[in-house]
Nanobody, 125 residues
Framework: QVQLVESGGGLVQAGESLTLSCVAS???????????IGWFRQAPGKEREFVAA????????LYDDSVKGRFTISRDNAKNTVYLQMNSLKPEDTAVYYC???????????????WGQGTQVTVSS
């Protein structure tokens, strides 16, 4: 089992920044060299959508076009933590943000095996 806990959400104005954190734990996660950690978001009335992902061992990253150049995903192996630095936030970035884990790379939410509880990000105009 893998447990994921997100934090760092909040209310900001358009153009401001936020950094989300996702702390991973669990026996399985102690040997996760080929795991991918993804960030997804879900706005009210919309499907959960891919934001970014990072391969734990190599640090290789993947971004959705809507956030490329504004968001940065990174990981701290020693802290079992993945970050999502979000700059130049827009009202359309408003959503609940989730981190998730799977073995192998994917942009598809249903491919991910473990999920956190989510953290709310609200961007006012």
């Amino acid at each position: 089992q893998v447990q994921l806990v997100e934090s760092g959400g909040g209310l900001v104005q358009a153009g401001e920044s936020l950094t989300l954190s996702c702390v991973a734990s669990g026996r399985t996660f102690n040997n996760f060299t080929n795991y991918n950690i993804g960030w997804f978001r879900q706005a009210p009335g919309k499907e959960r959508e891919f934001v970014a992902a990072v391969r734990w061992r190599s640090g290789t990253t993947l971004y959705d076009d809507s956030v490329k150049g504004r968001f940065t995903i990174s990981r701290d192996n020693a802290k079992n933590t993945v970050y999502l630095q979000m700059n130049s936030l827009k009202p359309e970035d408003t959503a609940v943000y989730y981190c998730a884990v799977r073995y192998g790379s994917s942009r598809v939410a249903n491919d991910y095996d473990y999920w956190g509880q989510g953290t709310q990000v609200t961007v006012s105009s």
